[in-house]
């Protein structure tokens, strides 16, 4: 499903800004992924929290959404046959088989001081010791024709995982690791295809998990593969001429009863992550009784302020980007002044920024 840009043509890129010191931007993961600060932004004054005590902040009967997507290794290194030096970051995985020679296709960013043309061929390398493997340029694809269509010689995903390293966003200045590909993802991924992590499902580790089922609130997830996109700067100074990047996203029946149960009950549905909330809003966007339309769709939702959520009423989140997409989404739902003030007291407050940061936890205004 496809939706169009609800932007107001008054709002602009600069009421989205914020001053960010860049040593509050973290490389690595808190020691425990609980131990994560988690900021209180319900109501004022804000409450200055560590992540494990959320459980205690939910009622019994409310709802947790999770994303349950897995990260891929989608980034490659390898080189043309002229020998310049390509790096890929896989977009997206089309169905196998591609083709009945047992080709693969996918889709990627293609980083190149000369861009390849169709017919061309890619030798990726192996990872640590690894073999590598031949891939052969089909053309151009996706918004712009900014994507790549790869020929892969075999399963795509296990052709990653052979030779395939970690894609940390690009404000992560380090090689990947053994403690990314670890803490990279959530311990509770399923669904292999996202190209980066629902950042705020990270501060999950089995103990909280057991505390909130010990608190009586429930458990839910829908699937949606984070492309790189969610790191596309927003260009237009007029938030109406932007245009989002499509995302696919699957709902189960079992969740939309699990939201339809939690709602009968008088509980709240508490999304974790912006990739959950968008996927919830996207689903409900025009059914008649504002629950999720289960199943497997596609989105390309922009919410701003004046979205009216129809699912969602309180949201686990990590800090965003300034100037982003996501930071709209939360100005969106807690309002724009919040927004501004919870930033600032986090950057007051030294907060940890970004994936591999802290979190909030935010009530819907309205």
């Not at 209180?40 to 019994?60: Q, S």
């Not at 990314?180 to 980066?196: H, L, N």
């Not at 508490?270 to 996927?279: E, I, K, S, Y």
Request: a neutral charge.
């Amino acid at each position: 499903m496809s939706a169009t840009p609800q932007a107001s043509p008054e709002l602009r890129l600069a009421d989205f800004d914020y001053t960010l010191p860049p040593e509050l931007i973290a490389q690595h993961p808190a020691a425990e992924r609980s131990a994560s600060r988690l900021l209180d932004g319900r109501a004022e004054p804000f409450a200055d929290r560590v992540f494990r005590e959320l459980p205690a902040l939910l009622n019994p009967g409310d709802l947790l959404v999770f994303n349950d997507t897995q990260v891929i290794p989608a980034r490659l290194h390898g080189a043309k046959a002229s020998g310049g030096r390509v790096e890929a970051l896989v977009e997206r995985v089309l169905p196998a088989p591609a083709t009945p020679e047992g080709v693969h296709e996918v889709w990627a960013h293609l980083r190149a001081s000369k861009s390849p043309k169709a017919g061309q061929a890619v030798d990726f390398d192996g990872r640590d010791g690894a073999p590598g493997f031949r891939a052969e340029v089909l053309g151009r694809c996706g918004p712009e024709d900014s994507l790549f269509r790869l020929a892969f010689p075999g399963e795509a995903l296990a052709l990653l995982a052979r030779c395939g390293h970690v894609p940390l966003p690009p404000y992560i200045t380090h090689a990947d690791d053994a403690e990314d590909a670890r803490r990279y993802q959530t311990v509770f991924a399923r669904a292999p295809g996202a190209v980066a992590a629902p950042t705020a499902s990270l501060h999950f580790d089995e103990g909280v998990l057991a505390a909130l089922d010990a608190r009586g609130v429930q458990r839910a997830a829908v699937t949606l593969h984070v492309g790189a996109g969610t790191f596309q700067p927003v260009r237009a100074e007029r938030l109406s001429e932007h245009r989002m990047h499509s995302e696919c996203f699957e709902v189960p029946a079992a969740t939309v009863d699990a939201i339809a149960r939690t709602r009968a009950a008088g509980g709240r549905i508490v999304a974790v992550g912006t990739t959950t909330l968008r996927a919830l809003e996207s689903a409900a966007r025009n059914t008649p009784d504002g629950l999720p339309a289960p199943g497997a769709q596609e989105t390309d939702i922009f919410i701003t302020p004046g979205f009216r959520f129809r699912v969602v009423e309180r949201l686990v989140t990590n800090f965003h980007l300034p100037k982003s997409t996501l930071l709209m989404l939360v100005s969106a739902f807690t309002g724009h002044a919040r927004m501004q003030a919870l930033y600032a007291h986090a950057v007051a407050q030294r907060y940890r920024f970004f994936s591999y940061g802290d979190a909030m936890l935010l009530d819907r205004v309205g």
